[in-house]
Nanobody, 125 residues
Framework: VQLQASGGGLVQAGGSLRLSCATSGSGRMFSSYGMGWFRQAPGKEREFVVAISWDGGSTYYADSVKDRFTISRDNAKSTVYLQMNSLKPEDTAVYYC?????????????????WGKGTQVTVSS
């Protein structure tokens, strides 16, 4: 399956961005995938940000983004979204869309079957 992330960019602190991740190319239904977002800042390891179960019934957030970020999915459009509000300079990173068929949701990089190529998010102070 191919994951195509979009929506990154440059924003001032306190601003908002909405990332999208469209999937394609698999005979398996999108609705069977647990989906998530990870991010990687320069010189740091890739870290978990947020995840959502196949039906949207379960969501998980890193403490650093709780109450600021919201994940959602539209199974009819085979797309997952990440709404990011109140952005901070420390949110600056490349954001990667991720999918898993191994677990309900991807919570660590080891849980992930498929990665998107990433989209850069830069938050200026």
């Amino acid at each position: 399956v191919q994951l195509q992330a979009s929506g990154g960019g440059l924003v001032q602190a306190g601003g908002s961005l909405r990332l999208s991740c469209a999937t394609s190319g698999s005979g398996r239904m999108f609705s069977s995938y647990g989906m998530g977002w990870f991010r990687q800042a320069p010189g740091k390891e890739r870290e978990f940000v947020v995840a959502i179960s196949w039906d949207g019934g379960s969501t998980y957030y890193a403490d650093s983004v709780k109450d600021r970020f919201t994940i959602s999915r539209d199974n009819a459009k085979s797309t997952v979204y990440l709404q990011m509000n109140s952005l901070k300079p420390e949110d600056t990173a490349v954001y990667y869309c991720a999918a898993t068929t191994l677990y309900l949701t991807p919570r660590t990089p080891h849980d992930v079957n498929y990665w998107g190529k990433g989209t850069q998010v830069t938050v200026s102070s």
